[in-house]
């Protein structure tokens, strides 16, 4: 493929060199000194802690030419420079796609008014990184030190570019790319964890992390700071994204205090953070004050934000070293060691260190799905529900795959598979999923399943006892005995309604109808969209019938059946009066949450699910 990085700065050099080394063809686009220095020298990186450089020799050019012909433009560098070169992106009508990889809070309308929205991407680079003259000094990224892209498109959408994009990412050694549908979320949520206490503390220390450390009350502050970022967004409307991230908020003071004061004496900050918030003061601020703005809009709190802000300006005196004289409050988590355990697993993820255990996507026998996590570990299946696809399950395959072997998948006729295959009977979709689990050398597992998918579940494990270890129901009814001769006839009518219906009024509805928050319901409309009003009329007529045939019995394994608060009134009241026929069952609600409880409340969810885990394990 041939690609053009636009910002020579450490990262994009560093893309520029790992794209350049896996066989693609790369021009590095540079003005001034940097690119004098990259003519000189070329490419050179310095990893943290290596003895030797590396060193690349890539074309250089100094400008992208309305008529230059790329099939792929990374523009690494942060937004408030990447708004300032968007006319001279956009005299190059010929570049399908765009990728800007960087920090963003205002999103990418900008972006799009300008290139519109079918050629432009969002994404984050990693690792950090700073300048030293002509070298880039980087964190150590290789096989062995692994870092995970973030990319997705503006929309939400998954697409075949999108799919295209991650995979030319994914050639460069030391990364995996994770296609995400909720970047502008994630870039803000990145953002607020960043700017609105961390950087301005580390500035109010001399820009000196030893020195941050050593001081406890600015660690308070930039703690409570950020806290306050995190809720100001949420209270703008914007869900936390990576979810682990909302766990930051309950996470009592001490604690805190004690992990980011640890961390901030680590190299490994030196180099990701305080390289980059002294050598990018002016972007630093610029994010900080539209990230304030934006809480402001919203009518959030910004009490100590304001008391930190001073500290963008360098002619700020710098706080007093080493003062002790703020209370902490140990309010949140309840148990120390439970903090602790939240705290760290927060920070795993903020860092998007990639496992040797990464999610893989693949597809055998026309399954397509994604499986993670240690191979000796619990198994944990996920299936979606009606129409959707396995982005459902998002939230719980990221904090569930550090422990658990976890397997999600797109049921024939959704998802991946929408154009590939068509809705099929239980049966079908049964062998399917157990001859892909053969491959994946899974013998048993936790079936956790979302409306249809708990009761394709139930039918697995009432025809399969022994592939399954325990059931897990989210928004589920019983298979056995579920409905009336006359309801389903009256959802028979429901088919045909269906058929007469607008496609896009369909999928809007349909993200209205079983989702509770505005995250949560788009996502439902653009899977719905995916998998299309053919398959969606097809996909009810063989529900239908697995439903009239159900099963002769219900399941003596454990059982999880969680329901949202929100819940359709019949849903919630079937699904206790299924609770209470059930020998080894319980019965959880999730507040705020609706018909796709574990994605409208997926904090809630997590800990709901996690517990009943431990008890299986």
């Known amino acids: 493929m041939k690609i053009l990085v636009f910002g020579a700065g450490p990262l994009g050099s560093l893309k520029a060199a790992r794209l350049h080394e896996a066989g693609h063809d790369v021009s590095l686009l540079a003005r001034g000194q940097r690119l004098a220095d990259l003519k000189e020298h070329g490419v050179v990186i310095q990893q943290e802690g290596a003895d030797e450089e590396e060193v690349a020799h890539i074309d250089v050019v100094d400008s992208l030419?309305?008529?230059?012909?790329?099939?792929?433009?990374?523009?690494?560098?942060?937004?408030?420079?990447a708004v300032q070169i968007l006319d001279t992106l956009a005299e190059n009508e010929s570049v399908p796609t765009f990728c800007f990889m960087g920090n963003n809070v205002n999103g990418s309308d900008e972006m799009v008014r300008a290139l519109g929205k079918e050629r432009v991407m969002l994404g984050f680079p990693y690792p950090g990184g700073k300048r030293d003259g002509h070298v880039m000094r980087v964190l150590p990224i290789d096989e062995d030190e692994q870092y995970t892209i973030p990319i997705g498109e503006v929309d939400g959408t998954i697409r075949p570019r999108t799919r295209a994009v991650a995979a030319v990412l994914s050639d460069m050694r030391g990364y995996d790319v994770e296609i995400r549908t909720d970047m502008d979320e994630w870039l803000k949520y990145h953002v607020a964890l960043l700017m609105s206490g961390l950087v301005p503390a580390l500035y109010a220390a001399d820009t000196r992390m030893k020195r941050l450390g050593g001081t406890r009350d600015l660690l308070v502050l930039s703690i409570r700071a950020t806290k306050e970022g995190l809720r100001g967004l949420r209270k703008a409307g914007y869900s936390p994204s990576p979810p682990v991230v909302r766990s930051f908020e309950y996470v009592p003071e001490p604690i805190c205090v004690w992990a980011i004061g640890w961390l901030m004496r680590k190299e490994y900050a030196k180099?990701?953070?305080?390289?980059?918030?002294?050598?990018?003061?002016?972007e630093m601020a610029y994010l900080f004050d539209e990230l304030r703005s934006l809480i402001e809009e919203a009518d959030g709190d910004t009490d100590v934000i304001d008391q930190l802000a001073p500290y963008y300006d360098p002619d700020t005196p710098s706080y007093p070293e080493g003062k002790r004289?703020?209370?902490?409050?140990?309010?949140?988590?309840?148990?120390?060691?439970?903090?602790?355990?939240?705290?760290?697993?927060?920070?795993?993820?903020?860092?998007?260190?990639a496992r040797a255990d990464s999610a893989a996507e693949r597809e055998s026998g026309g399954v397509y799905y994604e499986v993670s996590g240690p191979e000796e570990a619990t198994a944990v299946v996920f299936t979606h529900g009606f129409a959707l696809d396995r982005e459902t399950w998002q939230a719980q395959t990221a904090t569930l795959s550090e422990s658990y072997r976890v397997f999600s998948w797109d049921v024939p006729g959704c998802g991946d598979a929408a154009e590939s295959s068509v809705p099929v009977r239980f049966d079908v979709s049964a062998r399917k999923l157990l001859d892909v689990l053969d491959d994946e050398g899974i013998d048993q597992a936790v079936l956790i399943g979302q409306s249809m998918g708990s009761l394709l579940n139930q039918y697995v494990a009432y025809h399969y006892p022994d592939r399954v270890r325990a059931l897990v129901h989210v928004g589920g009814f019983p298979l056995h005995d579920g409905f009336s001769e006359r309801t389903i006839k009256l959802m028979g009518v429901h088919v045909r309604l269906l058929q007469l219906m607008p496609e896009k009024l369909t999928c809007d509805m349909f993200g209205r109808l079983v989702a509770r928050t505005p995250q949560a319901q788009e996502y439902a409309r653009q899977a719905s969209a995916r998998t299309g009003k053919a398959n969606m009329v097809s996909l009810e007529r063989v529900f239908l019938e697995d439903i009239e045939e159900g099963i002769p019995e219900q399941t003596e394994l454990p059982q999880l059946i969680v329901a949202g608060e929100d819940e359709y009134f019949w849903l919630r009241k079937k699904a206790k009066e299924w609770n209470k026929k059930l020998r080894n069952s319980e019965y959880k609600t999730v507040p705020d949450a609706g018909h796709l409880a574990n994605h409208d409340n997926p904090a809630t969810f997590n800990e709901i699910l996690s517990s009943f885990l431990e008890t299986v394990d």
């Open 271 to 282: 180099v990701s953070v305080e390289g980059h918030a002294r050598d990018g003061r002016d």
């Open 325 to 353: 004289e703020i209370s902490m409050k140990w309010g949140g988590l309840v148990s120390p060691a439970i903090g602790i355990g939240v705290l760290t697993l927060a920070l795993r993820h903020l860092r998007s260190k």
């Open 65 to 81: 030419e309305p008529d230059d012909d790329y099939d792929l433009v990374l523009v690494v560098m942060g937004e408030h420079q």
